[in-house]
């Protein structure tokens, strides 16, 4: 049987494959504990005998209604549409990796694209504030600041940096803090690139303001712990956060 704890990392195409096949001998073990041949169980399932042939070598996954049959004709109590669910979803997670890989070279290339003394540098000017902010390193202040600045919902700036919404949590999480990961702290330069003179304002605003509670900021749950914001010192010169 085939889980997610079978994929330690990652999940790559090959990997992908593996699982798949391990789902076909799954489907062949039970079919022959049954006693029932490749064109018995395709007469069962409205399917052809090539069709069950070809899963059963990792050649095709097929459609769940296939699966929900099988598990039916025999008796295997759900354990195949289970696996099979199982192995959808890490295609899922794997399409959503390589859509995230596609969209962050697509602001690399944007970002090479951009001349040096853009206003989407990474030393953010921000009018009215009398400073420039550098982000030397992502934590979970600064990481808190730029959605708030974006004004966005956790789930919303998990979507606009392509990771599950568990990700921000973490990242936001007073208790459990851990540094994002180096993908991961270009992708949060890149949003502060992007975004807007007035968001680009908010966010170097934040970062001035005296500590605030975690439950200040939209979308936070109602724990009511207060974050470690800190206050800035100003000077004549560019400012390094961290």
Same mark, same amino acid.
């Given at each position: ?31 022959? %504990? %049954? ?56 295609? %899922? ?150």
């Amino acid at each position: 049987m085939i889980g997610t704890d079978a994929v330690p990392g990652p999940v790559t195409s090959e990997q992908i494959r593996d699982l798949q096949k391990a789902l076909g001998r799954q489907l062949a073990h039970w079919r022959k %504990a %049954a006693g029932m041949t490749q064109a018995a169980l395709a007469r069962r399932t409205a399917y052809s005998r090539s069709s069950v042939a070809n899963v059963e070598i990792g050649r095709n996954a097929i459609t769940r209604g296939f699966w929900e049959r099988a598990d039916r004709e025999l008796r295997t109590q759900g354990s195949l549409v289970d696996a099979f669910d199982t192995l959808q979803e890490l295609v %899922a997670m794997l399409r959503r990796h390589r859509a995230w890989v596609a969209e962050h070279e697509r602001l690399l290339r944007h970002q090479a694209a951009v001349p040096p003394n853009s206003p989407t540098s990474l030393m953010t000017a921000t009018p009215g504030c009398g400073c420039t902010v550098t982000i030397a390193r992502w934590r979970e202040r600064e990481v808190l600041a730029l959605r708030e600045a974006l004004r966005l919902s956790p789930g919303a700036f998990a979507e606009r940096l392509r990771v599950p919404p568990s990700i921000i949590a973490t990242w936001e999480d007073r208790g459990q803090p851990e540094l994002p990961s180096l993908p991961m702290q270009a992708a949060l330069d890149d949003l502060l690139k992007l975004a807007d003179q007035d968001a680009r304002t908010r966010f170097a605003r934040i970062l001035q303001m005296p500590p605030m509670r975690s439950t200040d900021h939209a979308g936070a749950p109602p724990t009511g712990r207060p974050s470690k914001v800190t206050p800035l010192h100003r000077s004549a010169g560019p400012q390094a956060l961290r």
